[in-house]
């Protein structure tokens, strides 16, 4: 059963990045058509698509959003890592890996918990001086 885990600081100031590192269990990074992404719920709304890294080490981002998202990988130690660079206080959220296996990917700007397949618990970021 394939399990994530997110990790990193919960309180980063504005104007600095972000950084979070999924660690996933139970399967491997690399797992040909796997998909995973990072997804964010702020305060009192919707899930918001961040972007993904996929089986191959490709990446997509939301047109909204990658400007500033990066994210990597480290095979070794089974993880995928998301950047987000020069945050504000409306990055505030709960931040979510999350993983699906498609053929083709299919990415919602706006998902549901259902379009995939394994969800971390989340981690709270807040932007805060």
């Known amino acids: 059963q394939m399990q994530l885990q997110e990790s990193g600081p919960g309180l980063v100031k504005p104007s600095q990045t972000l950084s979070l590192t999924c660690t996933a269990s139970g399967g491997s990074i690399t797992t040909d058509y796997y998909y995973w992404s990072w997804i964010r719920q702020p305060p009192g709304k919707g899930l918001e698509w961040i972007g993904y890294?996929?089986?191959?080490?490709?990446?997509y981002y939301s047109p909204s959003l990658k400007s500033r998202a990066s994210i990597s990988r480290d095979t070794s130690k089974n993880q995928f890592t998301l950047q987000l660079m020069a945050v504000t206080p409306e990055d505030t959220a709960m931040y979510y890996c999350?993983?699906?296996?498609?053929?083709?990917?299919?990415?919602?700007?706006?998902?549901?918990?259902?379009?995939?397949?394994?969800w971390g618990q989340g981690t709270q970021v807040t932007v805060s001086s």
């Open positions: 999350a993983s699906k296996r498609e053929l083709v990917a299919v990415v919602s700007i706006a998902p549901q918990r259902g379009e995939y397949d394994y």
């Open positions: 890294i996929d089986y191959s080490g490709s990446t």
